[in-house]
Nanobody, 130 residues
Framework: QVQVAESGGGSVQVGGSLTLSCVVS????????MGWFRQAPGKQREGVASIDFDGVVTYSDSVKGRFTISQDNSRNNRTLQMNSLKPDDTAQYYCATVGTRVGCTVLGPRAQPFWANAYWGQGTQVTVSS
């Protein structure tokens, strides 16, 4: 059974940085796409970034240029480096992984059905204060 676990959340002042980590275990080599999502109180869940087996990445417009997603060679350990944090980045951040080989993205209308069968972590809270 695929298991997903996030860590690294916390509180930071505006303009600061945080690094989130995601560990995937259990048949993880079949999970070809990994993504980060976030949900703030009263808001819909938002796709933040994705990375596929080959290292091809996508970012939402709201984080592009500030966040960087990466993975190690095993594809079991993924990182979201968050810089220049804003109060609007405050949210619960979730890691997800999908076994679909093509179509790894958080962009556009195809993203929602792509992640419909994802495995999800429990979430880690990020709070950015002014």
């Amino acid at each position: 059974q695929v298991q997903v676990a996030e860590s690294g959340g916390g509180s930071v002042q505006v303009g600061g940085s945080l690094t989130l980590s995601c560990v995937v275990s259990g048949y993880s080599r079949s999970q070809y796409c990994m993504g980060w999502f976030r949900q703030a109180p009263g808001k819909q869940r938002e796709g933040v970034a994705s990375i596929d087996f080959d290292g091809v990445v996508t970012y939402s417009d709201s984080v592009k240029g500030r966040f960087t997603i990466s993975q190690d060679n095993s594809r079991n350990n993924r990182t979201l480096q968050m810089n220049s944090l804003k109060p609007d980045d405050t949210a619960q951040y979730y890691c997800a992984t999908v076994g679909t080989r093509v179509g790894c993205t958080v962009l556009g209308p195809r993203a929602q059905p792509f992640w419909a069968n994802a495995y999800w972590g429990q979430g880690t809270q990020v709070t950015v204060s002014s």
